[in-house]
Nanobody
Framework: QVQLVESGGGVVQPGGSLRLSCTAS????????IGWFRKVPGKEREGVSC????????DYADSVKGRFTISRDKAKNTMYLQMNNLELEDTAVYYC?????????????????????WGQGTQVTVSS
């Protein structure tokens, strides 16, 4: 059974750090395009960061460049999002997702419409 489980969310002060984890089961995570997204009530879902399986490249939203880093651990079948220098605007529910079927390969990896499987999300709250 294909499953993604996020963890690592919490409450942190501005300028602080968190590391989110996304553990996959039922498939080999690094064989597929995978990404992190976030959602704030009343706002559009935003692509935060992603790995493209076609060329191994990564991409980041402009709002997180230089602060967030995406990585993978093949042995643990897990993807991470290291978030540093967090800002109030980073408060959101963070989701990981995988493009399991590749039917929308023409979409950029920060486009959530590309993805077919999603985790349940983890809340990140940045508050002073």
């Amino acid at each position: 059974q294909v499953q993604l489980v996020e963890s690592g969310g919490g409450v942190v002060q501005p300028g602080g750090s968190l590391r989110l984890s996304c553990t996959a089961s039922g498939f080999t995570l690094d064989l597929y395009t995978i990404g992190w997204f976030r959602k704030v009530p009343g706002k559009e879902r935003e692509g935060v960061s992603c790995f493209s399986s076609s060329d191994g490249s990564t991409d980041y939203a402009d709002s997180v460049k230089g602060r967030f880093t995406i990585s993978r651990d093949k042995a643990k079948n897990t993807m991470y999002l290291q978030m540093n220098n967090l800002e109030l605007e980073d408060t959101a529910v963070y989701y990981c997702a995988t493009d399991l079927y590749g039917s929308r390969w023409y979409l950029g990896c920060l486009n959530g419409d590309r993805y077919s499987r999603w985790g349940q999300g983890t809340q990140v709250t940045v508050s002073s």
